[in-house]
């Protein structure tokens, strides 16, 4: 997948390297399948993010969201067309979008992208996932991997999904697009948290600082260690219970925080395992159940959060069981049956 990535990103760049879309930068593995473990061994999915900057004569403003405040935060994209007069008299071969008459920027450009990939001022997630789409289909016959291996797309709604097959071999890729907050591990991507997510609001992602999390251990673990294997079995075991998959990953990197590396081992494993559910009903009957990234100062050095994000308070994941005592009680039955 990172091989397929990297040459696609070749291409990328040379279709694109004159155009006003998006700029698209190297993708970045994340998802369970890079941090090392996968809740169905059958049915992994490789997920890669792609960030985003601005083209020419373009930036990018993250404005945030009125809604879902006290819990994880949404974005709008808003996309602002910038004076490149300076640039026109160096004798860059480009009109001024501010500065040049509507009807001389269609003669002679091509449309800005707030004609092409947005709602009104703000980047549209659907847009831009059919235009990854149009881009992964047009590039795929330059590909070497072509040659060897079929591609399915499937439809695009929040992502750009699609399989390669050889045979014997089946791959399965999404690959989610961003835009980086600063210079910080957290992004606004395309992936949705909620089944009906507005085309133009974009949810904080901290898919990458995950993954970075998930190395920094394996690069302390013994040879032996089974964290992961922890994190797989117990997922796989609760799978259909209702319990979501990224619950027992939250409570896991909790786990993994606060134990040694040393004390998960294979001789650890049971009592490991006793420590996630421990730590499972615990959070269900306290109805709370911290967020890893949100608001947490301890993280390991080389994880990089925006201060907003850092200094935020405690995200509740289990706000939910607050709210309604009857999803609350449906928690504990689920727990008791798991």
Same mark, same amino acid.
């Given at each position: 997948?990172r ?5 696609f ?5 040379r279709?694109?390297s004159?155009?006003f ?5 190297g993708?970045i593995g ?8 996968s ?7 490789y997920?890669? %993010?792609i960030?985003m900057? @601005?083209? $020419?004569?373009?930036?990018f403003?993250l404005?945030? !969201?009125?809604?879902?405040q #006290?819990r994880l935060?949404?974005?709008?994209i ?6 490149t007069?300076?640039s026109?008299?160096q004798g860059e071969n480009m009109l ?11 003669r002679h450009q ?7 990939l947005?709602?009104?001022s703000?980047?549209d997630?659907?847009k831009t996932?059919?235009w990854f789409?149009q881009l992964v289909r047009?590039?795929w016959p ?8 079929? %591609?399915?797309?499937l439809p @695009?709604? $929040? ?7 050889n !045979?014997?071999?089946?791959y #399965? ?5 961003g835009v980086?907050?600063?210079n910080s591990d ?10 009906h997510t507005?085309s133009?609001i974009w949810?904080?992602s901290?898919?990458?600082a995950?993954?970075?999390f998930?190395?920094y ?11 992961l294997?922890c994190?797989?079995f117990f997922?796989r075991?609760?799978?259909g219970?209702?319990f979501?998959?990224?619950t027992?990953?939250?409570?896991v990197?909790?786990?993994l925080?606060i ?20 730590s499972?009903?615990a959070c269900v009957?306290?109805r709370?159940?911290n ?5 947490n100062?301890?993280l390991?050095?080389g ?8 200094m ?8 939910h069981?607050?709210?309604d ?6 928690a504990?039955s ?5």
């Amino acid at each position: 997948t990172r091989r397929l990535m990297e040459h696609f990103a070749i291409y990328f760049r040379r279709v694109l390297s004159n155009s006003f879309y998006p700029v698209l930068q190297g993708a970045i593995g994340v998802g369970s399948a890079f941090e090392g473990w996968s809740p169905r061994e059958q049915d992994v999915v490789y997920q890669v %993010l792609i960030p985003m900057t @601005p083209p $020419r004569g373009h930036s990018f403003h993250l404005e945030l !969201g009125t809604a879902g405040q #006290r819990r994880l935060r949404n974005f709008h994209i808003r996309v602002q067309q910038e004076c490149t007069c300076t640039s026109e008299r160096q004798g860059e071969n480009m009109l001024c979008f501010l500065h040049h008459p509507e009807e001389e920027l269609r003669r002679h450009q091509d449309p800005s992208l707030l004609h092409t990939l947005c709602t009104g001022s703000y980047l549209d997630v659907g847009k831009t996932a059919r235009w990854f789409y149009q881009l992964v289909r047009a590039i795929w016959p330059a590909l070497l991997e072509s040659h060897h291996w079929h %591609l399915v797309l499937l439809p @695009p709604r $929040r992502s750009c999904q699609f399989k390669v097959t050889n !045979g014997r071999e089946s791959y #399965r890729i999404e690959m989610l697009f961003g835009v980086r907050q600063g210079n910080s591990d957290v992004f606004v991507s395309s992936q949705p948290r909620q089944a009906h997510t507005s085309s133009i609001i974009w949810p904080e992602s901290y898919a990458v600082a995950e993954v970075k999390f998930f190395r920094y251990i394996a690069r302390r673990a013994p040879p032996d260690s089974l964290h992961l294997k922890c994190l797989q079995f117990f997922t796989r075991l609760q799978l259909g219970l209702g319990f979501s998959t990224y619950t027992i990953k939250t409570i896991v990197m909790h786990l993994l925080s606060i134990l040694p590396v040393s004390q998960w081992r294979r001789r650890h494993f049971v009592r490991r395992l006793m420590d996630i559910s421990e730590s499972l009903r615990a959070c269900v009957e306290m109805r709370r159940l911290n967020h890893f990234i949100v608001g947490n100062q301890r993280l390991p050095e080389g994880i990089h959060l925006p201060p907003e994000v850092l200094m935020a308070r405690s995200c509740n994941l289990f706000h939910h069981l607050v709210m309604d005592p009857v999803a609350h009680s449906q928690a504990m039955s689920q727990y008791v049956d798991l």
